[in-house]
């Protein structure tokens, strides 16, 4: 099989289920922010050195997959596609609660950035919270499942939290906003 179809040459895409569609409609859009989350996440694993994050990362990828092909999935569409669950929802707040008690209390804003790691998780964080706005649009045209946005928030809350906690991890202190007022 080639990497290559021609198929796109025209500016249109193929969803699963065989519609094509112009390669910016709004459910391109969406899907395509999930895979880009999906490969910053990529890239903080590629940087990351501590262990305890390869694992939920690395599961979070396969339900950004998963995602991603419910989203190129039309509804009317007979195509079964995997799906994220509010069990995966659970698993992200369970993350989330276990990070946090490593963590002091936020007492201000803080900037992104950080530690390799970090930094790349805030820029994940980012792309996840762009991914949840582009799923936003796409439900205003189609039914989607409340797991869906359930999902991407609480995504993004684990990804900030993360950040954080790679942070201090690496021994980098959070740097506060000052405002310029």
């Known amino acids: 099989m080639k990497i290559?179809?021609?198929?796109?040459?025209?500016?249109?895409?193929?969803?699963?289920?065989?519609?094509?569609v112009h390669k910016d409609d709004e459910r391109v859009h969406a899907y395509g922010s999930v895979d880009e989350l999906n490969s910053q996440i990529g890239m903080a694993?590629?940087?990351?050195?501590?262990?305890?994050?390869?694992v939920p990362l690395t599961t979070l990828q396969s339900r950004l997959f998963d995602l991603g092909?419910?989203?190129a999935t039309p509804i009317a569409e007979k195509?079964?596609?995997p799906k994220v669950s509010d069990a995966d929802v659970l698993q992200i707040e369970t993350w989330i609660?276990?990070?946090?008690?490593?963590l002091e209390p936020l007492k201000a804003f803080i900037l992104p950035g950080g530690s390799p790691t970090g930094a790349?998780?805030?820029?994940?964080?980012t792309i996840c919270r762009r991914a949840e706005r582009d799923v936003v649009t796409l439900g205003r045209g189609v039914t989607l499942r409340p797991e869906v946005f359930r999902f991407?928030?609480?995504?993004?809350?684990?990804?900030?939290?993360?950040?954080?906690?790679?942070n201090a991890q690496a021994g980098v202190p959070e740097t506060v906003w000052i405002s310029s007022q």
């Open 97 to 102: 609660d276990l990070l946090e008690k490593d």
């Open 4 to 20: 290559y179809t021609r198929a796109g040459d025209s500016g249109e895409t193929g969803l699963f289920g065989g519609d094509r």
């Open 45 to 54: 694993l590629a940087l990351t050195q501590i262990e305890a994050v390869v």
């Open 120 to 125: 790349a998780l805030h820029v994940a964080r």
């Open 79 to 81: 195509v079964s596609s």
């Open 69 to 71: 092909s419910e989203l």
């Open 152 to 166: 991407l928030n609480r995504l993004s809350d684990y990804l900030f939290v993360l950040a954080r906690w790679a």
